[in-house]
């Protein structure tokens, strides 16, 4: 796959986790968003792997009760 592809399936990961986000289906987007994490990591892509972890960590601290 090159650059060009993985950018494309990159921007459709992010666009399907907008979706499932704007639903309520945390656990949706936190699935996409660990496949797009597993994608790159076997890319040797590590700038989006980061990138999807710092998401994951983001919705996951959004999707926590608040006290």
């Keep these: 796959m090159n650059a060009a592809e993985r950018g494309e399936l990159y921007a459709?990961?992010?666009r399907k986790v907008g979706v499932f986000l704007g639903k309520g289906e945390?656990?949706?987007a936190l699935k996409?968003?660990?496949e797009g994490m597993k994608i790159a990591e076997r890319s040797g892509d590590s700038k989006m792997?980061?990138?999807f972890a710092q998401?994951?960590?983001?919705?996951?601290?959004t999707a926590e009760p608040t006290k």
């Design 49 to 51: 792997a980061a990138r």
């Design 32 to 34: 996409e968003l660990n």
């Design 55 to 61: 998401e994951i960590a983001n919705v996951s601290k």
């Design 26 to 28: 945390i656990p949706r």
């Design 12 to 14: 459709r990961i992010f």
